[in-house]
């Protein structure tokens, strides 16, 4: 009885006192956790593509993160009205020099700005204008919050130059366009001769690197290109601006400025190397690609145009792109292949299926038809024998192989599209895609279980169903174990995005808590859940500049960078450490005596101003410690991975069970911290890290104690 009485008053003390978690009162309590690793009998195999990665543009992932690309809106597009991360330089105003947008407005370009198209793609340009006279005038660009100055490093720089107003002589024969004459320059043409190309601080004062290229007196289009190599001595800052400058008077027309730094695998058009390496350690399986919201794009006319995203990046008009700014597409559909090709996953095709995020959908018919084509084009792209149309244009863009390709998403979270036409969207995908390549499997993004009112019924059963959670760490803990339950029977599952929200902008150690804990629920299940992206990938952590606005929209991110660069979220950090220490076939478990924590309800409000306040919801005791673990078949070694999201430490008793040896020293990698909001950031990138160390007294039956707040995995070396 006094137990009871004891257990109330602790209860209620936490819940409506101080409105914190506690410890569950049990029975169980008392008694030390047991987790018994059964390796009597086979367990399943874990899916070979079980953690991979998930990405699209948004918070700069590309633009401004793993694209190299250095200078901001290249091709003057990002904002009709203002020459976006552009700015004039000017060493006094002698110089008399101004800059100004050409044919921003496509619709309304006055016949003296018109006829600097370079083609369909770059037709806004800029003109930097420079009167008699001056000093040094020039454009400068920011980059995107800074260009990252390194020493001893090489910037591959290019940029289209004209530098007249003149037009080339009219065509003969024809109706001659327009007829008013173009209004006289107010400045006459500029002289060849040198144009000076810097990398310098933002007030001018330090040249980091620095270069020239001769102008030639041309009515043409040229494109010029140089390097640029700072110094040994150089300090790395990004405090730093791109300059084109001139000590001559003359119009200057710029168009497609390009700075390129050192890319991985020196690859043209390249990425950053140091976010690459960041994905190649967690060992991605897969990367699925293109999204996400930027697949769907804010309205059919902006899904993501793979088309205009390939060959040379002169044809690359970018498009407005589903987070509130624009995509230059230097990252592409052949850039995506490549990048799953250097961190060594297989493509995961996302395909555009006819629902755009502004809530339009094409129905199933005739008029969905060309969307499908659509898809059956890029799948030929990626996968076509170099004898196909498509096949052939991968090849001319470098890579005759055809990718990899096992799975192909139909569309981007469809459960949105409330007028009930995914089924018919899906079932024709499907068919067209399944009749011209069997091979591949189709991916529903309507997931039964989240969705049961919306799924898939007409045709064949989807193989793979996709789930997406966003979550908090009480309810990653809380649901932890819902794959237990899944019918076996059914579709596989593709957990295409998910995350413990928590944390600004990249998550905190609770959040990493979170994670681990429903990982465990995914390894445990990884029969039935063959792949798992968390989401998003990538963060620029840039606070708003004067002249930039915060890099990004989404607040719980994995891996944070700027413009010199990056660090791993604690989170980051769990998903390297599962995808690192993975057997192939799943230990089967069995826990006893976990300790609980109530998670507090969520505090209910009254529906009306006068209505009296809601009754308290019960809190519901969610378990404190979570677990699973995988056996490589070939070595033996068991990965045994063990949660403590308790800011306490907790002992636990680990028992092999089967007629197994198990040698006595084994390994332990702990992820751990002291508070739930402790975190990684650009300033302390490595404040929570894994840890590695010796453990020993290994045997059939050991015991551990789990440090407060860790994610423990447990190395053992068995043997028959
Ligand atoms: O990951 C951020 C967004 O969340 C994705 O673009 C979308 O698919 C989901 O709603």
């Not at 070979?48 to 290249?74: F, K, Q, V, W």
């Not at 370079?118 to 806004?124: P, S």
């Not at 004209?162 to 366009?177: L, N, W």
């Not at 799953?340 to 629902?355: D, I, K, Q, R, S």
Request: hydrophobic content about 35%.
């Amino acid at each position: 009885m006094r137990k009871i009485s004891l257990k109330k008053h602790i209860f209620k003390m936490c819940f409506f006192t101080l409105g914190l978690p506690c410890l569950a009162i049990s029975g169980a309590m008392a008694q030390t956790p047991r987790l018994t690793l059964d390796l009597s009998t086979s367990g399943a195999k874990v899916s070979p593509m079980l953690y991979g990665l998930m990405t699209e543009e948004i918070n700069h992932s590309y633009d401004g993160g793993l694209y190299a690309e250095l200078i901001r809106n290249r091709i003057f597009k990002d904002n009709p009205t203002k020459p976006e991360g552009w700015s004039l330089v000017q060493a006094d105003t002698t110089s008399r020099a101004s800059i100004k947008l050409i044919a921003a407005n496509p619709d309304n370009v006055p016949n003296d700005e018109s006829k600097h198209a370079i083609n369909g793609a770059l037709t806004t340009c800029l003109r930097l204008t420079v009167g008699k006279g001056g000093n040094r005038a020039g454009i400068a660009n920011e980059g995107f919050w800074g260009i990252p100055v390194k020493p001893s490093t090489t910037y591959k720089a290019s940029f289209y130059l004209k530098g007249t107003a003149s037009s080339p002589p009219r065509r003969m024969g024809g109706p001659q366009r327009p007829t008013t004459a173009p209004a006289a320059a107010v400045i006459e043409d500029n002289t060849a001769g040198p144009i000076t190309v810097t990398i310098e601080s933002n007030d001018g004062k330090t040249v980091y690197a620095s270069g020239k290229i001769e102008l030639a007196k041309s009515t043409l289009w040229k494109k010029y290109e140089l390097t640029l190599t700072t110094g040994a001595d150089v300090k790395t800052t990004s405090d730093a601006r791109f300059v084109i400058s001139t000590n001559r008077s003359g119009l200057y027309y710029f168009n497609l400025v390009s700075l390129f730094p050192p890319t991985f695998n020196n690859r043209p058009n390249g990425d950053r190397i140091d976010l690459t390496k960041m994905m190649i350690d967690m060992k991605p399986k897969f990367l699925r690609f293109p999204g996400g919201n930027y697949l769907e794009g804010p309205d059919f006319a902006n899904a993501f145009p793979w088309k205009t995203t390939l060959g040379p990046i002169e044809n690359r008009p970018g498009h407005k792109g589903s987070w509130g700014y624009r995509p230059s597409d230097g990252l592409g559909l052949y850039e995506f292949l490549m990048w799953a090709e250097e961190v060594g996953a297989e493509p995961l095709l996302g395909v555009f299926a006819g629902y755009s995020l502004n809530g339009d959908h094409v129905d199933a018919g005739p008029l969905l038809k060309p969307y499908v084509e659509d898809a059956l084009d890029e799948i030929e792209y990626i996968i076509g024998d170099v004898k196909t149309y498509w096949g052939a244009k991968r090849a001319a863009d470098g890579h005759p192989a055809p990718f990899k390709l096992t799975y192909v998403e139909i569309g981007n979270e469809d459960w949105f599209d409330r007028s009930n036409s995914y089924d018919g969207r899906f079932t024709q995908f499907r068919e067209a895609i399944e009749k011209k390549y069997p091979q591949l499997t189709c991916v529903s993004t309507i997931a039964d279980a989240q969705y049961p009112s919306q799924m898939v019924t007409s045709g064949k059963k989807p193989a793979v169903l996709d789930e997406h959670y966003y979550r908090s760490s009480w309810d990653m803990w809380e649901n932890a174990s819902q794959y237990d339950k899944y019918d076996r029977k059914g579709p596989k599952i593709f957990v295409g995005e998910w995350a413990t929200r928590e944390g600004v902008p990249t998550t905190n150690l609770n959040a990493a808590l979170g994670d681990a804990a429903w990982m465990t629920g995914m390894e445990r299940n990884s029969d039935l859940i063959i792949m798992s992206c968390y989401a998003p990938l990538f963060v620029n952590v840039n606070t708003a500049t004067p002249t930039a606005p915060k890099a990004w929209q989404w607040d719980s991110d994995l891996i944070g960078h700027n413009a010199l660069t990056c660090y791993g979220s604690p989170a980051y950090y769990v998903q390297k450490m599962f995808s690192a220490y993975l057997g192939d076939k799943i230990v089967p478990m069995t826990a006893e005596n976990i300790p609980t924590q109530n998670r507090p309800a969520p505090p209910q409000r009254p529906n009306s101003q006068n209505a009296a306040p809601a009754a308290p919801v019960a809190p519901k005791a969610v378990p404190t410690i979570f677990y699973s673990a995988t056996q490589n078949d070939k070595t033996g070694v068991i990965y045994l991975k063990v949660v403590n999201a308790l800011g306490k430490e907790q002992p636990v008793e680990i028992k092999l069970k089967g007629d197994v040896k198990v040698v006595k020293d084994g390994t332990l990698v702990v992820l751990k911290g002291q508070k739930p909001e402790d975190t990684n950031s650009i300033t302390d990138p490595e404040k929570i890290v894994p840890v590695t160390s010796q453990i020993k007294g290994v045997s059939t039956s050991f015991k551990q104690k789990l440090a407060p707040y860790s994610v423990n995995i447990y190395q053992l070396q068995t043997s028959k």
